[in-house]
């Protein structure tokens, strides 16, 4: 079956630390990528996202994340991270062929807390 | 804001009752998707309408159905509720077509089944 999986449930950082999260996905077509995050008791965000062209995509609030095909990978990176980064990190995929439409396949997600 | 709204933004009920949950799209957006976020299941997606028409389906249970209407907005209702059902639920939009866009998410109604 399809799917989509985070390395981390949880991880915690210093501020300042550098952070990058795992994510790894099952489809073997074109996909297209996204990071979402969810600050405490907010909705989603959307962070960042890639369909195509440079696998190096900079997204907002200084995180960045890296597409490599041949490992089915989008791993998400932030070289500082800040108190205000704490909130949970999804990882999604699409995959835009037969009867998928636009839906998201989410991973479990991971809790990123930043001590201060 | 992402421009979403959902209505309610919270609702407990009974088992065995049924509910309808409302959203709005961002203004311009034809698609619109339900998905279901819980403890044990994360983020499962449940279905998909654009302009009208019912487009991709997750895993929705056949006790649950939805429907978008010529305003665009969206309705999913809920039927013989169990406790089981008790979950946040989002709703997405995205796109001016049917091409693939990034969705944008609404702020969610937290449903509590007692």
């Known amino acids: 079956a399809q799917s989509v999986s985070q390395h981390n449930h949880h991880v915690i950082l210093s501020e300042a630390a550098s952070l990058e999260l795992g994510c790894n996905y099952s489809y073997g077509g074109t996909v297209n990528l996204f990071w979402y995050v969810q600050y405490p008791g907010q909705h989603l965000q959307l962070l960042l996202k890639?369909?195509?062209?440079?696998?190096l995509v900079k997204g907002i609030k200084g995180f960045e994340a890296e597409f490599i095909k041949s490992k089915f990978s989008f791993n998400l990176r932030k070289p500082s991270v800040q108190w205000s980064d704490t909130a949970e990190y999804f990882c999604?995929?699409?995959?835009?062929?037969?009867?998928?439409?636009?839906?998201?396949?989410f991973g479990q997600g991971t809790e990123l807390s930043v001590k201060p | 804001d992402s421009g979403v709204t959902q209505t309610p933004k919270h609702l407990i009920t009974a088992t065995g009752q049924r509910v309808t949950l409302r959203c709005s799209p961002r203004?311009?957006?034809?698609?619109v998707y339900w998905y279901q976020q819980s403890l044990d299941q994360g983020l499962q997606f449940l279905i998909q309408?654009?302009?009208?028409?019912?487009?991709a389906k997750g895993n929705i249970l056949e006790r649950f159905s939805a429907q978008q209407f010529p305003d665009l907005h969206s309705e999913l209702n809920l039927s013989s509720l169990e406790l089981g059902d008790s979950a946040l639920y989002f709703c997405?939009?995205?796109?001016?077509?049917?091409?693939?866009?990034?969705?944008?998410f609404g702020p969610g109604t937290r449903l509590t089944v007692t």
């Open positions: 309408y654009y302009n009208g028409e019912e487009r």
């Open positions: 203004s311009g957006d034809l698609s």
């Open positions: 999604a995929v699409n995959a835009p062929w037969g009867n998928q439409g636009g839906k998201l396949i």
């Open positions: 997405a939009s995205s796109g001016p077509d049917r091409g693939i866009y990034e969705q944008y």
């Open positions: 890639y369909f195509s062209g440079d696998p």
